[in-house]
């Protein structure tokens, strides 16, 4: 069973920053990535249709015969990962906005957090935010219109630049000392956002959390892939996967499928 794949799937695009951790701390895994990108973003949705099409994305995962799921998407987690876990029969990985961290560590006690809609209005981001940041200020921003430029892969175009820069003011009002990026889109972002801060502000992800978290569990099962035989890590999208190559390199294969 160690030999099966891990699969992971996003709204679209940004769970490859996701993936990427995971290749590099357990490169010697087979992958199967689904970028659900014609329906992006899933941020808008409500939580029974973000739950529909996390279903759909498992069910296809699971028929490519996955051993463990990773939820690469913060909406998704937050929506659906508690209806998934009751559901299916394998192991799943969530990700949600890195506040614990950022909480431990602010001197100026207060943090921003950049999510999508989904995230910052669903019970789960609430649970989490009132365990540990209930002695600070948060605050939250729906970083509304970003994921739709990063999947048309305007990445350091002048129309993301501005909504970032109208995003950030409030925070920079407040003295954030940490950023926390809320959604798998954004860390393609760092660039833009290392401009726009002054450098007393961190940013703050859960990429590699979640991949470090997949290899406890992946062991805790009895699952990882020791071998360091060829492994396959394949990607697919459901739209054009033209922005989604220019993430990810030439080297790795990448197909159409209609899902
Ligand atoms: N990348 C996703 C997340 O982490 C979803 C973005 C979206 O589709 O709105 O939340």
Redesign the pocket.
């Known amino acids: 069973m160690s030999k099966q794949p891990i699969g992971i799937f996003?709204?679209?695009i940004?769970?490859t920053s996701i993936w990427k951790e995971i290749h590099k701390l357990l490169p010697y895994e087979n992958t199967i990535y689904l970028a659900d990108s014609i329906?992006?973003?899933?941020?808008?949705?409500g939580k029974e249709a973000i739950t529909k099409l996390a279903i759909k994305n498992t069910e296809l995962l699971l028929e490519k015969n996955c051993k463990l799921i990773v939820v690469?998407?913060?909406?998704?987690?937050?929506n659906a990962i508690r209806y998934l876990r009751n559901t299916y029969n394998v192991p799943f990985i969530g990700?949600e906005p890195a506040i614990k961290p950022a909480a431990l560590k602010t001197k100026t006690n207060a943090i921003g957090i950049l999510?999508?809609?989904?995230?910052l209005t669903s019970a789960l981001f609430s649970k989490t935010s009132d365990l540990f940041a209930s002695g600070i200020t948060v605050v939250e921003q729906i970083?509304e219109g970003l994921?739709e430029l990063i999947?048309n892969g305007k990445l350091e175009s002048p129309e993301i630049k501005t909504l970032l820069a109208e995003y950030l003011n409030p925070m920079l009002e407040a003295h954030i000392d940490y950023l926390v990026l809320?959604?798998?889109?954004?860390p393609y972002l760092a660039p833009l956002l290392t401009e726009l801060l002054p450098k007393s502000v961190k940013i703050i992800d859960s990429g590699e959390a979640v991949a470090r978290q997949t290899k406890t569990i992946l062991q805790k099962h009895n699952l990882l892939n020791v071998k360091p035989l060829n492994p396959s890590n394949v990607f697919f999208s459901n739209s054009n996967t033209n922005v989604l190559i220019s993430l990810i390199g030439t080297h790795f294969k990448v197909d159409h499928l209609k899902f």
């Open positions: 996003d709204s679209g940004g769970g329906n992006a973003p899933y941020g808008p949705k690469a998407c913060n909406t998704a987690t937050t990700i999510a999508t809609k989904g995230t970083g994921v999947e809320g959604c798998t889109h954004y």
